[in-house]
């Protein structure tokens, strides 16, 4: 008995042949009858012109051609696929606007009709790209605010499609796509439209009734008719499952008029309302209105949506749910008018008739707390009845704002009304202002603080070190000219009377420190110290407590920058403006080889670096593997070792057993060297079986260094960082591993590992490098260690061992992708007739090892290799692609050939028929 498949592949090269054969012959296609020829004007008659355009393409040929080949036949394809859609009479609906009754005509839109396919469709089929898309440009109003609500509509449509809950208990109809999975022993998953008759068409079986029935029903239904093909599905216990769901629900059609970006007719969801229905087209137009848009049902006007009640959060929203043949009708917008100033939402609103002032503030959220409540002012456009001419077109208004915030009283206003709400005057003047040495400085508030001693005793008194001889109180008088008041401090907190004065508003009152005024009472150090700057006078203070109170002198290496032969001791003479220089041995100081200098009050001491010393301009330098190389000072008798812990000592890579001195050779003859190098041992920095004294009194590192040498630290010629790999997946133990030694390979990372799993994969597992996949037989390397597949690893490389899938992928194009049971043994044929063969635009097979290795194989037909095919490989069918279109230039050199090719295949094709045929007797 024929397969339904070989059926359709028999009807299939008939219908080829027969156009093949008009083509040429211009004449009636021969094997096609008049009932034939009557039946496919009919099966026409049924299909949309989009539909048509696909079946063209499906196979291979351009429209031109098809209505030359369907002229040969008596049929006049262009009446077809030129065919508008069928739409009733019009008809005309009263909407009232304006206070008056507007007459729209308006075709009644007949319901969507779906095509027999299984190509999945939209639920939502909404608005041309150029409104989905293109953004809206911001416009302002003439008050200079953007107008409320319609920055809603700028965003793409396809982001507000409604999202229902569907149940078992779904009525199901024409429209509605359904989505039927098959796991198990078959595994497919394809989404099916159910058409005008109600059914859905599956490949391989009749089509099935499931409209008027619930999901739950049409899910038995299915199951009846795929169990008489498949009896996996209907054995107990079952090897095939069956998932049949609604994937999306058939959509509605409205009409959207008025006001709005695109007028005409749409497909929406089932359970779309006028909100989200409007929402998807872009929404009405700036002309439009937000406040009145009309729902028309059966030629009445059944409700009224206002948007401004989603966008302010009203109790109520009157939203509609629309149904088949609803007209969403946007009319102008209604009276305008503009709000800006110290509002919450300064915008230009819609208001609705009997809608003023009161409600406008209601609208821009209110009034900000910093308004100023005695005046709101009405920028108005005289009306055409009051205007005269040569007089003005413009008037302002002055409200009281109290009125509105607490009294009940309201403003009426018209069409084109600017409000500006105006703030108040930021300029407070009750306080009064301290600053300083005291403990809590800042502004007080004046009505509580008569004196200057009180407001002394409010920021919690004066700190120790305040100066007591002197304070200043700046007062600002009402035309902001201000008076400078000199206070004595210690008087005022003896409270005597003609210095704890009153205080006056905005006073301003600084209490200085003793350090600011009294530069005798500091000291003050610089130069090559940790801590530079001025610091209080002690009694008792010398040179030396004073240089290790600002420290760096007792750390040998900050020292060894140190200039300690001399530093300047600046001290004030009698005068206490003029300043005599002191020379002061520091070093012989810090030594104890000099007796100490005691320090005064007011000295300035400077400490030099050896880098300002001009006359010292000997260095050494030192590079390679230290934490700080460079250029050092050379002081006498430094060594290695001294240059070393200078540069902060070794890194962590470094050889530290022998250093490279390369030195100028200041006895040059003729053809000798102008550089010696020489080699000296390092001290072992490392070494913790030694103290850091008995580190720096060895002899290693004692080499003398001379002016401009250079040292070189050379890094360890072994040492390396630990370099990781990752292993995951079904291996016994996953986890990171270290590489262990030079040229580790992969077999030994996967013993390391436990082996592989019993439920592992071998070959197909996936050897990372960089995050790209080296396309690798682990499984050789596995059996092979050392052999061509066993790559060297290297750091950051990861191995995962994925579960032994058990499947192969078909894809492309076949009748029915997915994935499939894996068979041993068995080749790629198999696996495509499993897949319901290729369809008729397939060119050739891709063939994707576990591995990644790809194979390119031609047809499945007689004469084409068949590989076997390994577990988890993947079958990949790759289509046709279309013929470039020939130049009349080449047409015409080649009509010759075309014709002889052309009418050999008829006959090749005929033989092949006739061998079809006698092979299904």
């Known amino acids: 008995m024929m397969t339904v498949n070989a059926m359709h592949r028999l009807r299939l090269i008939l219908l080829i042949i027969s156009l093949t054969a008009v083509g040429i012959t211009g004449g009636t296609a021969q094997g096609l009858t008049d009932s034939q020829i009557q039946d496919a004007k009919r099966q026409l008659g049924t299909m949309s012109p989009d539909e048509i355009d696909a079946k063209?393409?499906?196979?291979?040929?351009?429209?031109?051609?098809?209505?030359?080949?369907?002229?040969?036949?008596?049929?006049?394809?262009?009446?077809?696929?030129?065919?508008?859609a069928p739409v009733p009479e019009s008809s005309l609906i009263q909407i009232e606007q304006g206070g008056a009754t507007v007459q729209i005509k308006t075709p009644m839109i007949a319901p969507v009709m779906s095509p027999v396919d299984t190509t999945p469709e939209p639920v939502v089929n909404l608005v041309p790209p150029s409104v989905a898309l293109k953004p809206k440009p911001v416009e302002l109003s003439p008050a200079g605010l953007p107008y409320f609500g319609y920055d809603l509509f700028r965003t793409e449509s396809s982001s507000f499609?409604?999202?229902?809950?569907?149940?078992?208990?779904?009525?199901?109809?024409?429209?509605?796509?359904?989505?039927?999975?098959?796991?198990?022993?078959?595994?497919?998953?394809?989404?099916?439209?159910?058409?005008?008759?109600?059914?859905?068409?599956?490949?391989?079986?009749?089509?099935?009734?499931?409209?008027?029935?619930?999901?739950?029903?049409?899910?038995?239904?299915?199951?009846?008719?795929?169990?008489?093909?498949?009896?996996?599905?209907?054995?107990?216990?079952?090897?095939?499952?069956?998932?049949?769901?609604?994937?999306?629900?058939?959509?509605?059609?409205?009409?959207?008029?008025?006001?709005?970006?695109?007028?005409?007719?749409?497909?929406?969801?089932?359970f779309g309302s006028v909100f989200n229905s409007l929402f998807s087209v872009g929404g009405p137009k700036l002309s439009g209105s937000l406040r009145d848009i009309r729902v028309v049902r059966n030629n009445k006007t059944i409700a009224k949506v206002d948007i401004y009640d989603y966008l302010l959060g009203a109790p109520k929203v009157n939203d509609v749910r629309v149904n088949d043949n609803d007209i969403i009708f946007v009319p102008l917008r209604g009276?305008?008018?503009?709000?800006?100033?110290?509002?919450?939402?300064?915008?230009?609103?819609?208001?609705?008739?009997?809608?003023?002032?009161?409600?406008?503030?209601e609208f821009s959220g209110g009034f900000r707390a910093r308004v100023y409540v005695d005046r709101?002012?009405?920028?108005?456009?005289?009306?055409?009845?009051?205007?005269?001419?040569?007089?003005?077109?413009?008037?302002?208004?002055?409200?009281?704002?109290?009125?509105?915030?607490?009294?009940?009283?309201?403003?009426?206003?018209?069409?084109?009304?600017?409000?500006?709400?105006?703030?108040?005057?930021?300029?407070?003047?009750?306080?009064?202002?301290?600053?300083?040495?005291?403990?809590?400085?800042?502004?007080?508030?004046?009505?509580?603080?008569?004196?200057?001693?009180?407001?002394?005793?409010?920021?919690?008194?004066?700190?120790?070190?305040?100066?007591?001889?002197?304070?200043?109180?700046?007062?600002?008088?009402?035309?902001?000219?201000?008076?400078?008041?000199?206070?004595?401090?210690?008087?005022?907190?003896?409270?005597?009377?003609?210095?704890?004065?009153?205080?006056?508003k905005k006073d301003k009152l600084r209490i200085y420190n003793i350090y600011e005024l009294n530069p005798a009472a500091t000291v003050t150090v610089t130069g090559q110290v940790k801590k530079p700057g001025v610091m209080p006078y002690a009694d008792s203070m010398t040179v030396g407590r004073l240089l290790r109170s600002v420290g760096g002198l007792e750390d040998s290496i900050f020292r060894a920058r140190t200039f300690l032969g001399r530093s300047d001791l600046f001290r004030l003479n009698d005068d206490l403006i003029t300043r005599r220089r002191i020379q002061v041995d520091i070093g012989a100081i810090l030594d104890g080889r000099q007796k100490d200098i005691p320090i005064l009050a007011g000295d300035q001491l400077r400490v030099y670096g050896l880098e300002e010393v001009q006359f010292l301009d000997h260095y050494v330098e030192i590079f390679g593997n230290v934490k700080r190389p460079g250029r050092f000072p050379l002081t006498k008798g430094l060594r290695l070792k001294d240059l070393v812990l200078l540069a902060g000592g070794f890194t962590e890579d470094a050889w530290s057993q022998r250093a490279e001195i390369a030195?100028?050779?200041?006895?040059?003859?003729?053809?000798?060297?102008?550089?010696?190098?020489?080699?000296?041992?390092?001290?072992?920095?490392?070494?913790?079986?030694?103290?850091?004294?008995?580190i720096l009194e060895s002899q290693s590192g004692s080499f003398i260094l001379y002016d401009r040498d250079q040292v070189f630290i050379r890094p360890h010629p072994d040492y390396r960082v630990q370099q990781q790999v990752e292993v995951t997946g079904y291996v016994r133990f996953p986890g990171i591993y270290v590489i262990s030694k030079n040229n580790e390979r992969l077999s030994d990372?996967?013993?390391?590992?436990?082996?592989?799993?019993?439920?592992?994969?071998?070959?197909?597992?996936?050897?990372?490098?960089?995050?790209?996949?080296?396309?690798?037989?682990?499984?050789?390397?596995?059996?092979?260690?050392?052999?061509?597949?066993?790559?060297?690893?290297?750091?950051?490389?990861?191995?995962?061992?994925?579960k032994k899938p058990n499947t192969v992928r078909v894809s492309g194009e076949v009748n029915n992708p997915g994935l499939y049971k894996f068979v041993p043994g068995?080749?790629?044929?198999?696996?495509?007739?499993?897949?319901?063969?290729?369809?008729?635009?397939?060119?050739?097979?891709l063939v994707t090892s576990p591995e990644g290795h790809i194979m390119k194989t031609g047809f499945p037909f007689l004469w084409s290799d068949s590989p076997e095919i390994a577990d988890g490989s993947e079958i990949t069918v790759i289509k046709k692609l279309p013929e470039r279109p020939k130049t009349p230039e080449e047409e015409r050199r080649t009509s010759f050939v075309e014709v002889?090719?052309?009418?050999?295949?008829?006959?090749?094709?005929?033989?092949?028929i006739l061998v079809l045929a006698n092979q299904l007797k």
């Not at 082996?755 to 994969?761: L, N």
């Open 663 to 694: 030195r100028i050779n200041k006895n040059v003859h003729e053809n000798d060297s102008i550089l010696t190098i020489t080699f000296a041992d390092l001290p072992n920095l490392f070494d913790t079986s030694m103290s850091r004294m008995e």
């Open 900 to 912: 002889f090719k052309e009418s050999t295949a008829i006959v090749a094709t005929t033989f092949t």
């Open 376 to 504: 709101i002012q009405v920028d108005r456009i005289i009306p055409f009845a009051e205007r005269v001419k040569g007089g003005e077109d413009r008037r302002l208004f002055d409200i009281d704002a109290r009125d509105i915030i607490v009294g009940k009283k309201d403003h009426v206003l018209e069409d084109g009304d600017i409000i500006t709400i105006f703030p108040m005057i930021d300029k407070k003047e009750n306080f009064v202002t301290v600053e300083g040495d005291v403990r809590r400085p800042g502004d007080y508030q004046i009505d509580r603080i008569k004196t200057v001693k009180d407001l002394i005793d409010a920021a919690e008194g004066l700190w120790p070190t305040a100066y007591m001889k002197r304070a200043e109180l700046t007062r600002t008088f009402p035309d902001e000219k201000r008076q400078l008041i000199v206070l004595d401090l210690s008087g005022v907190m003896a409270n005597a009377a003609t210095q704890n004065i009153p205080l006056q």
């Open 56 to 84: 063209i393409k499906q196979y291979g040929m351009t429209r031109e051609e098809a209505e030359v080949k369907a002229k040969a036949m008596g049929i006049d394809l262009e009446t077809y696929l030129n065919r508008p």
């Open 826 to 845: 068995e080749d790629r044929d198999y696996y495509l007739d499993r897949a319901g063969d290729v369809t008729d635009s397939a060119d050739f097979v």
């Open 335 to 361: 009276k305008t008018v503009s709000i800006k100033g110290e509002v919450l939402r300064p915008y230009t609103y819609e208001l609705l008739p009997g809608e003023n002032l009161k409600k406008l503030v």
């Open 749 to 802: 990372i996967i013993s390391r590992a436990g082996g592989i799993a019993p439920d592992g994969y071998a070959r197909g597992a996936q050897l990372l490098r960089n995050n790209e996949r080296i396309r690798n037989n682990v499984e050789g390397a596995i059996d092979d260690p050392g052999g061509d597949f066993d790559v060297i690893m290297q750091a950051g490389d990861k191995l995962n061992v994925p």
């Open 161 to 270: 499609e409604p999202r229902p809950y569907i149940d078992d208990q779904y009525i199901l109809g024409e429209g509605d796509v359904l989505k039927l999975s098959l796991s198990g022993e078959l595994q497919s998953y394809n989404e099916y439209t159910v058409n005008a008759e109600g059914r859905i068409s599956i490949t391989g079986i009749p089509p099935v009734l499931v409209a008027g029935l619930t999901a739950e029903k049409a899910k038995k239904a299915v199951m009846t008719s795929l169990g008489s093909v498949y009896s996996g599905i209907v054995r107990n216990p079952p090897s095939i499952f069956l998932d049949l769901s609604v994937a999306r629900i058939r959509p509605v059609r409205i009409f959207m008029t008025g006001e709005v970006e695109q007028p005409g007719g749409y497909a929406v969801s089932n």
